[in-house]
T-cell receptor, first 115, second 113 residues
Framework: DTEVTQTPKHLVMGMTNKKSLKCEQHMGHRAMYWYKQKAKKPPELMFVYSYEKLSINESVPSRFSPECPNSSLLNLHLHALQPEDSALYLC??????????????FGPGTRLTVL | TQLLEQSPQFLSIQEGENLTVYCNSSSVFSSLQWYRQEPGEGPVLLVTVVTGGEVKKLKRLTFQFGDARKDSSLHITAAQPGDTGLYLCAGAWQESSASKIIFGSGTRLSIRP
């Protein structure tokens, strides 16, 4: 099973709203990732969690707040977003380690629209 | 800074023709993945190549990793309309305590019946 699930699939929110994106995997992966993808562009890394600890923050604005409650779950809390934050948000997971063990498996994404 | 150049960006060919997509970098990767992505969906893994010179086949798709692990190619034989989509290469390396990947810019493939 190489499935990563994400909810919701679509989200529309106002600039004053607070919402959360959720991601779950049961592959025993101990690294989890958030990416942002704008139209016609490749995904861009936002955050990396390794063993439930924030490992990499790619200078993401504080209105995006990640959380890793346990080894299977990853959340992205959203607050006071801007219309330019509208994008497809992707979650991924992988084993730690070199070579093929660091292959990342992606979820289906959450399409976020900020009004 | 890791960079991965993918070419061509767009390719429109007739059903039955062959094609090759290239990914090139000056950086060495510990592995390289090829993904296919449909509009509004997440990238779906096609293959991971790890060893320099490695060749993997997936039906009509052939993937090759360069000897120096800096470049890769995807060759499709006898393309079919069902092959239409966005193909992304992604080079992986270890940083801090996790794996990072850098995506190529993508190749948007259209197969005409």
């Amino acid at each position: 099973d190489t499935e990563v699930t994400q909810t919701p699939k679509h989200l529309v929110m106002g600039m004053t709203n607070k919402k959360s994106l959720k991601c779950e995997q049961h592959m025993g992966h101990r690294a989890m990732y958030w990416y942002k993808q704008k139209a016609k562009k490749p995904p861009e890394l936002m955050f990396v969690y390794s063993y439930e600890k924030l490992s990499i923050n790619e200078s993401v604005p504080s209105r995006f707040s990640p959380e890793c409650p346990n080894s299977s779950l990853l959340n992205l809390h959203l607050h006071a977003l801007q219309p330019e934050d509208s994008a497809l948000y992707l979650c991924a997971s992988s084993h730690r380690g070199q070579g093929g063990r660091n292959t990342q498996y992606f979820g289906p994404g959450t399409r976020l629209t900020v009004l | 800074t890791q960079l991965l150049e993918q070419s061509p960006q767009f390719l429109s060919i007739q059903e039955g023709e062959n094609l090759t997509v290239y990914c090139n970098s000056s950086s060495v990767f510990s592995s390289l993945q090829w993904y296919r992505q449909e509009p509004g969906e997440g990238p779906v893994l096609l293959v991971t190549v790890v060893t320099g010179g490695e060749v993997k086949k997936l039906k009509r798709l052939t993937f090759q990793f360069g000897d120096a692990r800096k470049d890769s190619s995807l060759h499709i034989t006898a393309a079919q309309p069902g092959d239409t989509g966005l193909y992304l290469c992604a080079g992986a390396w270890q940083e801090s305590s996790a794996s990072k990947i850098i995506f190529g810019s993508g190749t948007r493939l259209s197969i005409r019946p």
